[in-house]
């Protein structure tokens, strides 16, 4: 795997400490199977040393303003933030058909899916900024499905967040692999996630002895989280995203406090 100096080898000024805070977002290009990826580091240039990593997976148009925003804020909140990129440098969706093709590739190869997701967290794992004992990874739809194979792979996380993620997978019995906790944060009326995938992915977890909380948002269907998401199955929903924020970051506080690595 290949990262660029942006990602790695990044030295905050310890004797001139910035005027005031800042969020730097910087380009980081990495390799997974001969394929360069682009993705989006976030941190806050005011804090010095290693902090929390959270990699933030993207729904199925590739990166966009969503998955930033929550880098930026996590960033705020003192976390070191990782936008991965599952698709490849410059392959990104500009409408719903092209976004629909390329999930579709990697729902049908699960093995590619999932290295993309461990070369991301192993990515953010290097970086100068993170702690590699508090490391997260969160994934929206796409980005879901995307964070929880990463965790039957077997990723080396204290937790992976789902929200209103894909759920079902073809190995369920390699969620075995996975020893930290996790966290699905679901719509009650989402349509693309049936009431069958939800009961197999908690027997899923239940029987691969993992940490886990499934929490059900009502009134909420599909991308509830995404403000431009508004069709009738995937719609913006602001009580049930201000939720799923407060929820998340209780799991990684939770996660962090019973590791031993709060500040």
Not at 8 to 17: A, D, K, R
Not at 52 to 65: C, K, Q, S, T
Request: aromatic residues 8%; hydrophobic residues 45%; glycine residues 10%.
């Amino acid at each position: 795997m290949v990262v660029t100096a942006l990602a790695l080898g990044v030295v905050l000024s310890q004797s001139v400490p910035p005027a005031r805070a800042e969020v730097v977002m910087e380009t980081v290009d990495y390799e997974q199977g001969g394929q360069t990826l682009e993705g989006v580091l976030a941190y806050d240039d005011a804090i010095s040393g290693p902090r929390p990593g959270v990699v933030i997976f993207h729904a199925w148009y590739g990166p966009r303003e969503h998955e930033m925003n929550t880098a930026r804020r996590l960033a705020e909140l003192g976390y070191t933030a990782l936008v991965a990129d599952v698709y490849g440098k410059g392959v990104r969706a500009a409408n719903s058909e092209e976004a629909a093709k390329l999930a579709k590739s990697f729902y049908a190869d699960r093995e590619l899916m999932q290295a993309r997701a461990l070369a991301a967290v192993e990515t953010l794992r290097e970086s100068s900024l993170t702690d590699p004992g508090r490391l997260f990874a969160i994934g929206y739809c796409f980005g879901g499905a995307v964070v929880l194979e990463g965790a039957r792979a077997g990723a080396n996380l204290l937790g992976v967040v789902s929200i209103h993620g894909s759920l079902s997978t073809p190995h369920p019995a390699m969620m075995s692999n996975f020893h930290g906790s996790v966290l699905a944060l679901h719509g009650a009326d989402d349509p693309v996630v049936p009431p069958e995938d939800v009961r197999a992915f908690q027997k899923e977890l239940t029987d691969a002895g993992v940490d886990w909380v499934f929490t059900t948002y009502g009134n909420a269907v599909h991308a509830f989280t995404d403000e431009t998401a508004d069709t009738e199955g995937a719609r913006y929903n602001p009580i049930a995203a201000k939720r799923a924020w407060r929820d998340m970051l209780a799991f990684f506080q939770e996660l962090l406090e019973r590791s031993g690595g709060t500040d």
